[in-house]
């Protein structure tokens, strides 16, 4: 670490000097590894294991006792079905550190909790994380939408700037501002955008006007769709643990010809897992585009009932559906 300005040590002059730090400070490089490491420690002493499938979540099982602790940086969620268990916890980590204890969770990570003991579901949403990117934009007044992409006219490199006069005019729209925005929600409650706000991270490089129109209307359908919800709990239709749905189209790509791979992965009726994203190749055949989606979505399957059986859900075995039979046709 440099010295900080005004701080001198006898026979220590010149800037080529610094400092040997004696315990982790906030903002170096190494911080989140030291807390990483720490926070690892403690809650493996309390009697906590780090699941394989995903080093964020821990797990603590003793008897009929069972915790799950999801961590994200320093925010950590307690599940468990005995509250006498999570209030041991939560005495332990404040016998090691300072904690701020919120209670019963509604908020977290900008994603809106609500529980609904009646009908046994959680819901997840981030209304007012909408209402700021609308009010951000000035868009909190504009007229609903009931997609989030128009299906014609296809967007592509041609609608970028081309000349100088052109890139001028946009230098100073926020398009990938609110396209960053706008990637957190798809990523986090909205499944249902991630196709449109994955076009548009095609342009990002240097978006057109046409490009930030088909970002406001985006924008639109949020402003219609508010306080959409992914629900969970609802009676599933068969005694599979998860369903998948998978598809592709064919050289959707209006520039490079390549497919956009989807999917998306429930639970209890809601959407755990989703993806929607450009192919690394180009498919000479829907029933390519479709084989290999399904295979990359057959992966995260694997990887799905790895996480579920190491928390204690033992799946049976499951399916995937895809929209094209090519691929069932290639076994």
């Not at 950590?76 to 919120?102: G, N």
């Not at 908020?107 to 609308?134: C, M």
């Not at 990002?204 to 046409?210: H, I, R, Y």
């Not at 919800?229 to 599933?236: A, F, I, M, S, V």
Request: charged letters at 25%; glycine letters at 6%; a neutral charge.
């Amino acid at each position: 670490m440099r010295k900080p300005e005004g701080v001198e040590f006898e026979g220590y002059e010149g800037t080529s000097w610094v400092l040997q730090l004696l315990k982790g400070l906030y903002g170096i490089k190494q911080g989140p590894r030291i807390w990483s490491v720490k926070l690892h420690t403690v809650v493996s002493e309390i009697g906590f294991k780090r699941l394989e499938s995903d080093h964020s979540v821990f797990i603590y099982e003793r008897d009929s006792v069972k915790i799950i602790v999801p961590v994200h940086v320093d925010d950590l969620l307690l599940a468990s079905k005995s509250s006498e268990a999570i209030q041991m916890v939560k005495d332990e980590l404040k016998a090691r550190f300072k904690i701020h204890d919120q209670g019963p969770t509604s908020f977290l990570l900008g994603v809106k909790l609500e529980r609904d003991r009646q009908s046994h579901t959680i819901s997840l949403s981030q209304p007012a994380y909408i209402e700021q990117i609308l009010e951000t934009y000035k868009m909190q007044d504009c007229n609903g939408a009931d997609t989030p992409m128009a299906e014609k006219p296809l967007l592509s490199t041609k609608d970028s700037p081309q000349t100088e006069q052109e890139k001028l005019e946009m230098r100073n729209v926020p398009y990938r501002e609110a396209l960053g925005k706008l990637i957190y929600l798809a990523t986090a409650t909205r499944p249902d955008i991630s196709y449109a706000v994955g076009v548009l991270c095609w342009f990002s490089k240097n978006p057109g006007q046409a490009h930030w129109l088909a970002l406001k209307r985006v924008l639109q359908y949020l402003r219609k769709t508010t306080n959409y919800k992914l629900t969970y709990g609802l009676k599933p239709d068969s005694d599979e643990l998860f369903t998948t749905h998978s598809d592709a189209d064919l050289g959707g790509n209006a520039d490079n010809t390549r497919s956009t791979a989807g999917f998306v992965m429930s639970i209890g009726g809601g959407a755990v897992m989703w993806s929607s994203r450009l192919q690394r190749h180009t498919s000479l055949s829907s029933t390519e585009s479709e084989y290999t989606t399904a295979s990359a979505t057959g992966c995260e399957m694997i990887w799905m009932r790895s996480f579920l059986n190491e928390i204690g859900y033992n799946t049976i075995p499951y399916t995937t559906n895809a929209q094209d039979r090519g691929p069932v046709a290639q076994r």
